[in-house]
């Protein structure tokens, strides 16, 4: 390689390395470590899940073939019926089983599943094919080919020529595997995955900003069954900062409160859901991580137009009381069983009056959102403990097996959440101890649990009467002050609780993570960790509080530094005597 080492530095990650020049001419951000290791780890289980899917499929198929002689079936009509089984167990949300699609080149299939042939299983098992859409410097494609077991080709896209020539110069500077394994090529993200339809198993969008301009293609570049893993930094627009730019590039509209952010989780699931239905296809949440400043899901595609028609069921709009926290679900649509039909009908309306019937307040309707759930608690099990397997080849190991943590302790049929501070605030009252409210909920008969969104934030599947009425019951053992009669919080107060609150300590008041004493919310590693700017901005001194200052100097003295020796260049050419 013909270039000058000392104008690059480099960092190392996990156990790949990359060349990064001096100047901010290709992206990278160290912070997003935490997911590059997160990704890794949700790609090693799916391929194990694929390998058993595998087996799985294979097994039945043989079984079938076994009754052919006894039925005088033949093979094609065994692989119908498999395929028409397949597509029936799709329908469930819980399941992660599905076929795999039909690749159109031998050459550069690489799918982990059996592959259907025009309706036909056969049993080839292939390394699955990886698309990095936007790549940049190529780290995260590095580090699935170099880390990830039974992993095939990796294809790594930029726009940018400037970042596939770094990509190419990092897979050169990481060894004979990465140039195996890894492809990296100049194109439009969009246009490639649309030419390219149903041939990678994994498709990773990592965008800077907002991933809506390439979920439509995305969607359709994955195989069945196969994952699509999407991140969102846009998360201004997202928490409700920009309501009406949300729902331009989202089709929801967001609210502002204390749980926007596992909204925004929700927001996604719901647009990429959107745009999987336009073909007839649907997804299935498996992760959904909100870490940092930024949103990450991880969701397998299958196609069946019967399953398809769930998507409302699995929506909801909500409504946001303005004066106090309580909040409240419309599903879009329900069904209607009669005997074996399900009959699809639009959801019953309204599920709340025009004035809240707590404190007498209006509403704000936000959405729709995903409402189904948005982890699959035994892939987290498998992730986390996989994980805690393998903690030193993963090195934000921490961070993520905190967040893993939280998650598999997580309600996963219970959507958003309460901030206990925000319900004190209302009513002006001193905080009860989360173990205590707990508690109180836990003894009425209901469930609650923590969220990795927010340290403070619990899930519980109690209704808002039966969450009001143990805080009225807190008050009167603390009283508060007079507050005048038209505040939220006096409204709330002047209604007797119909519920004795009973704050005895329960035995499942903390989680077994809380019990133990395991970390699961973790201070930032460093100063200035969170997002860097965008590649190609020349790095002034009002990004201090953004890179810090010993970056910016350490910039701006290599961009003086640049600036003399042009300018001694120029003299030197105009003190030059003129040639005769």
Not at 264 to 270: E, F, G, H, P, T
Not at 391 to 417: C, H, Q
Not at 430 to 444: D, E, G, L, T
């Amino acid at each position: 390689m013909s270039m000058d080492l000392n104008d690059y530095t480099i960092i190392k990650e996990g156990e790949a390395e990359i060349l990064m020049h001096a100047k901010n001419e290709v992206f990278y951000n160290k912070t997003q470590v935490n997911n590059r290791d997160m990704s890794i780890a949700v790609l090693r289980t799916f391929i194990s899940r694929w390998k058993q899917e595998h087996k799985a499929l294979l097994s039945k198929r043989n079984k079938s073939a076994a009754k052919l002689p006894e039925n005088n079936v033949s093979v094609s009509e065994v692989d119908d019926r498999l395929n028409d089984s397949d597509m029936n167990t799709e329908k469930s949300n819980e399941e992660c089983e599905g076929p795999a699609e039909k690749s159109q080149d031998d050459t550069c299939t690489t799918s982990e599943e059996p592959v259907k042939t025009e309706g036909k299983v056969r049993g080839e098992l292939k390394p699955p094919r990886v698309l990095e859409a936007l790549s940049a410097s190529g780290l995260r494609s590095l580090r699935y080919a170099r880390e990830v077991e039974g992993i095939g080709q990796v294809v790594a896209l930029d726009n940018d020529k400037g970042a596939v020539e770094a990509c190419q110069r990092n897979i050169k500077f990481n060894g004979s595997v990465a140039c195996s394994k890894v492809e990296s090529h100049l194109a439009d993200a969009r246009v490639y995955m649309l030419t390219n339809p149903k041939e990678f198993d994994v498709v990773d969008l990592d965008p800077y900003g907002s991933p809506s301009v390439f979920l439509d293609s995305a969607v359709q570049s994955v195989v069945d069954g196969g994952m699509l893993m999407c991140t969102a930094t846009d998360m201004a627009v997202l928490c409700g900062g920009n309501g009406e730019v949300c729902y331009s590039k989202y089709g929801s509209y967001p609210l502002r409160g204390k749980y926007c952010h596992e909204m925004a989780l929700r927001i996604l699931l719901a647009c990429i859901e959107s745009h999987a239905n336009r073909y007839k296809r649907y997804i299935v949440p498996v992760l959904s991580v909100q870490m940092d400043f930024y949103v990450r899901v991880f969701v397998r595609i299958y196609t069946s137009a019967s399953a398809m028609k769930n998507t409302p069921l699995k929506l909801s709009y909500v409504y946001q009381c303005t004066g106090c926290d309580a909040f409240h679900l419309q599903p879009i649509g329900r069904t209607v069983s009669k005997n074996t039909s399900v009959r699809y009908l639009p959801g019953f309306a309204p599920v709340v009056p025009q004035e809240c019937s707590h404190c007498q307040k209006k509403f704000n309707m936000g959405g729709p959102i995903w409402s189904a759930p948005i982890h699959d608690q035994e892939w987290v099990m498998n992730i986390l403990s996989d994980v805690k397997s393998m903690k030193d080849r993963y090195p934000a190991y921490d961070r993520i097996s905190a967040v893993l943590t939280t998650i598999s302790e997580e309600l996963p049929d219970v959507p958003l959440f309460l901030s206990l501070h925000n319900l004190c605030a209302t009513l002006k009252c001193i905080s009860p101890s989360a173990v205590i409210f707990r508690s109180a909920v836990i003894n009425a008969g209901y469930r609650i649990s923590g969220t990795h969104v927010n340290p403070l934030g619990l899930k519980s599947d109690a209704p808002m009467e039966v969450i009001w009425d143990i805080m009225r019951c807190w008050v009167k053992n603390h009283p508060v002050k007079a507050q005048p009669a038209d505040q939220p919080g006096s409204v709330i107060l002047a209604k007797e609780p119909v519920l004795q609150a009973n704050f005895a300590r329960a035995v499942a008041s903390l989680s077994k993570a809380q019990a133990k004493k395991v970390a699961r919310f973790l201070p930032n590693p460093e100063r200035h960790w969170g997002p860097k700017l965008r590649a190609g901005r020349q790095i002034t001194s009002k990004h201090i509080s953004l890179l810090g200052e010993e970056k910016v100097n350490g910039c701006l003295s290599h961009q003086d530094s640049e600036l003399d020796a042009k300018r001694q260049k120029i003299e030197k050419l105009e003190d030059a005597p003129a040639e005769s």
